[in-house]
């Protein structure tokens, strides 16, 4: 349900073998193979709480000013009950259907028929046709990077029209955003539902697909690792990074535009969310290439937990800080505004320079220099379903001699910075910090815990030369 990554493994380059020196597993990265009971309890409560979290924190803007513990109040004090917020709830619409078939309708035509020309002009920019990561049936799968490219169009004519068209106001997200929520589950249970169809009747790659006879965990976690139709559409990438991530922008565009309309004025704290998660999206799209080698890509199966997560969860829940300070406008004073925008800066400028390490050891397979040093790194050796082995160069200098995923310390610094723009007086803006928290710590032992079933003894070694996870000498 997430953009936020990290890149493994660094280095990779394969030779025909049936033997394993390092007593590496085979075949085992990707999702897990068996259930246990925690998994499919962790499955079940996600499915069953995670479209009522989300309709929660909205209807708790909508109808309570977002506050999250006055619903409760009046449902537990017979004030109201669910029929009547239920009532309230505003239902889907023709208008909202339409809008959002178009959106989604005009990102496809981005991502399929417009082959990238930004690399031809900018300088440092990587996109057009690129590899991805070698997947567990040894199978390397072709992408056309455009994500940038559909980026700036869409807000080119996002912008052209708020300023000389005006076919439609610039509020149109913040006015229909209950009713595009229902178009958004509509969607996203249609793909993850079309998703475990086709991984069970017409896979892309058979080989690549993982059963464990258990119905929903398979439709959580997915069944195909690729699921594409035809030569391009790529389900995983299109879905991860488009429709919600390039909205991601829009919809905070949208809020400061409401927040203008209400008050006349948009605040600091509102430029500031405006800024700082626009900077994270941006490089998102500028490092589109790179997230080819990231754990959504490289490991996980397509279902449910991308599919409606990247519809409806990072969309609706990602731009809670935006949301928020529509109803209470925050104008910061010149200090706290000045912290807030360093301390997500130099979180970004960690998140940045740390995966940059990990690209530039990659790319120069370790001739290159991290500090100014040679970085040293652990060698380790993996096998395929076919049983060719391959190798990978996991690196024990700069950051990520620090700690293993210090790239996500730095997204955690960011995550916070958005929190506190929005002051003090409710929780509601600071779950995603919160959630943050929860997903990254999560991410890392779900990583660790593939990586050793790729790597074996060797991940063992390197996590004995790099010991700590997110916080060197504590965690």
Not at 107 to 133: S, T
Not at 216 to 221: I, L, R, V
Not at 425 to 453: A, N
Request: aromatic letters at 20%.
């Amino acid at each position: 349900m997430a953009a936020h990554q990290e890149k493994k493994p660094s280095e990779e380059r394969k030779h025909k073998s049936t033997q394993n020196g390092t007593q590496t597993s085979q075949v085992q990265w990707g999702r897990a193979w068996e259930v246990d009971w925690f998994s499919l309890a962790s499955i079940l409560f996600l499915l069953m709480f995670a479209p009522l979290i989300t309709y929660y924190f909205i209807m708790s803007c909508d109808q309570y000013q977002c506050s999250l513990t006055d619903p409760l109040v009046d449902l537990l004090t017979g004030n109201k009950h669910l029929s009547d917020i239920w009532n309230k709830t505003p239902r889907l619409t023709y208008r909202a259907a339409g809008i959002y078939t178009l959106w989604v309708a005009f990102q496809v035509v981005l991502y399929v028929f417009i082959p990238d020309f930004c690399h031809k002009f900018l300088p440092g920019y990587v996109g057009g046709i690129q590899e991805g990561a070698v997947t567990p049936a040894g199978v390397v799968n072709k992408y056309e990077i455009n994500g940038l490219q559909a980026w700036i169009i869409t807000h080119v004519l996002w912008f052209a029209n708020a300023y000389y068209f005006h076919c439609f106001s610039p509020t149109i997200i913040f006015d229909n955003w209950i009713p595009l929520l229902w178009c958004a589950n509509i969607l996203g249970y249609a793909v993850s539902t079309f998703a475990m169809i086709k991984g069970y009747f017409f896979p892309t790659n058979a080989k690549d697909c993982k059963f464990t006879s258990n119905f929903f965990y398979d439709y959580m976690m997915g069944i195909e690792f690729n699921p594409r139709i035809g030569k391009w559409f790529d389900f995983k990438l299109f879905f991860n990074g488009r429709p919600g991530i390039v909205a991601w922008t829009l919809i905070n565009l949208s809020y400061a535009a409401k927040q203008q309309e209400l008050y006349g004025q948009v605040t600091n704290s509102m430029i500031l969310v405006n800024v700082l998660q626009g900077i994270y999206v941006l490089d998102f799209f500028w490092n589109e290439a790179w997230y080819l080698k990231t754990i959504d890509i490289c490991h996980d199966h397509f279902g449910w937990y991308l599919g409606w997560g990247d519809c409806v969860w990072l969309p609706y829940l990602y731009t809670l800080q935006g949301l928020y300070l529509v109803y209470h406008p925050v104008q910061l004073c010149t200090a706290n505004a000045i912290g807030i925008l360093t301390l997500g800066l130099i979180g970004y400028y960690i998140f940045r320079m740390t995966n940059h390490q990990k690209d530039l050891f990659r790319r120069t397979n370790g001739n290159c220099k991290i500090w100014g040093k040679k970085p040293e790194y652990i060698e380790c050796s993996y096998m395929s379903v076919d049983g060719t082995k391959y190798y990978s160069k996991l690196m024990t200098s700069g950051f990520w001699g620090w700690a293993r995923h210090f790239n996500y310390t730095g997204d955690l610094m960011g995550s916070l910075a958005y929190c506190l723009a929005c002051g003090f007086e409710h929780i509601l803006p600071y779950f995603y910090i919160v959630y943050m928290t929860i997903l990254l710590t999560h991410r890392c032992i779900r990583d660790e815990h593939r990586c050793f079933s790729k790597y074996g003894k060797d991940w063992k070694r390197y996590t004995a030369a790099v010991p700590y996870r997110l916080i060197p000498g504590i965690f």
